[in-house]
């Protein structure tokens, strides 16, 4: 590898401890990001005449955190002068140089701010990929199919926002907590959730963007190891990506749970996926969303068959969710548990009570879990309808394809 190939894996690694570091000093996430690429310029121009250091992310580290120093250091250096003759200007907070145990803290600072409620969802997503994930502008665009004027325009805003609002660099307790924390699971689940069930486009999955969020779950996993919580979205992530293998064929087309070759799901990802549960289960709180969603991710990966699945506990579980979570979404899978473990008869009756809710006016999957039941009921020609009004409505075109095949063979026995 040259050395500017080291310069920047090093940077992709350390570039979130490299921001987290210097926001401490300088409190403004905006300006942090531009001392870390300084570090990278500085390290670029270095490293081929010194050679690459023994501990790069210690040199980067060092280097950012002397710059954000010097840049606190000429403000107040200002403002002493400007105090002289007689002007006010907003007090400057003096450095504030953390230690090494102090990183964590600072990339826990980080992740609060980015997913501040003072932003917008989409603004979120995206400062937290380019903060904390390390992807570019160009990366981030390309992940959910837009351009990059837009998320460079979503960034900036970002950060101009947080400056605005006065947003503090902290981590924050007492009653602030819940709803901050709430903000941060949300923004990496929505991350994971484009990565493993894309939106638009052609392709069905995207990993690279799943292995994002799930990076991003790990780390919070470990710098908050007492909220269960973080350990259920942890867990959910982890059960979740070890089918990613097994969701598409060998043509990317989409492969439905039932049809999945479970010998392809990733093991190690199961475990890891049942160590986080445990963690959480072991703190004693109350189940939240993500532990419930946990639970029953792993009761799909405990099963060997599709037909071994517990669907009574799926149902179960999904009927404890719907009472934290008032979701037509989470009815809708309600509905295909209970149609598993009771019949499609029952489970049709749930769907259809769902009809008139207007959060799933334009959703696709009701129109095709209609279909399914149908279809199971031996009623063909109404299932076909439903997979087309289910394929209108997709922006996926793999998922179109997978709904009109479907259609098309409505005469067949459903696959869930």
């Not at 981590?171 to 923004?187: F, H, I, K």
């Not at 969603?293 to 009927?319: F, K, M, N, P, S």
């Not at 934290?324 to 009771?342: D, F, I, K, T, W």
């Not at 095709?368 to 199971?376: C, Q």
Request: charge should be negative; include cysteine; proline fraction near 5%.
């Amino acid at each position: 590898m040259t050395v500017a190939g080291a310069v920047e894996a090093v940077f992709r690694i350390e570039s979130a401890r490299l921001i987290a570091g210097a926001a401490r000093i300088v409190r403004d996430v905006g300006i942090a990001e531009e001392i870390a690429q300084d570090a990278l310029v500085a390290a670029l121009e270095q490293w081929p005449e010194s050679g690459v250091p023994d501990n790069p992310g210690a040199w980067l580290m060092a280097t950012a955190k002397h710059r954000a120093i010097d840049l606190v250091r000429r403000k107040e250096n200002y403002a002493r002068k400007l105090a002289e003759v007689g002007r006010s200007l907003e007090d400057v907070p003096p450095p504030e140089v953390s230690g090494p145990g102090d990183i964590d803290d600072d990339l826990l600072r980080l992740i609060f701010t980015a997913c501040h409620p003072v932003l917008s969802t989409d603004s979120r997503i995206a400062l937290t990929l380019r903060l904390l994930g390390g992807l570019t502008t160009e990366e981030i665009a390309r992940a959910f199919l837009t351009s990059e004027a837009t998320v460079a325009q979503r960034i900036v805003r970002a950060k101009r926002s947080l400056a605005r609002e006065g947003v503090a660099f902290e981590v924050p307790y007492g009653p602030d907590r819940v709803a901050r924390l709430g903000s941060v699971l949300e923004v990496i689940y929505l991350i994971f959730n484009e990565g493993y069930a894309a939106t638009t486009g052609d392709d069905w999955i995207r990993p690279a963007l799943a292995e994002d969020a799930l990076r991003l779950a790990r780390v919070l996993a470990g710098l908050m190891p007492e909220e269960s919580e973080v350990h259920g979205l942890a867990a959910l992530l982890e059960i979740q990506a070890s089918r990613m293998g097994a969701r598409v064929g060998p043509d990317g087309a989409p492969v439905l749970l039932a049809d999945q070759v479970r010998t392809r799901w990733d093991r190690l990802l199961i475990q890891r996926g049942f160590s986080a549960l445990a963690n959480a289960n072991a703190l004693g709180a109350t189940p939240g969303p993500y532990m419930l969603q946990a639970a029953i991710a792993a009761c799909h990966a405990r099963a060997i068959r599709y037909e071994d699945t517990d669907w009574a506990t799926v149902a179960a579980l999904y009927g404890q969710l719907a009472t934290l979570v008032s979701s037509p979404v989470v009815e809708l899978n309600r509905a295909v548990a209970v149609s598993m473990s009771e019949g499609p008869t029952a489970g049709l009756a749930l769907v259809d009570a769902l009809a008139a809710e207007p959060a799933l006016k334009e959703y696709h999957l009701l129109p095709s879990v209609r279909g399914d039941l149908l279809a199971r009921l031996g009623r063909p020609d109404e299932a076909r309808e439903e997979f087309h009004r289910a394929a209108a409505l997709t922006r996926n075109e793999r998922e179109r394809e997978l709904l009109l095949a479907r259609a098309a063979g409505a005469g067949d026995a459903g696959h869930g």
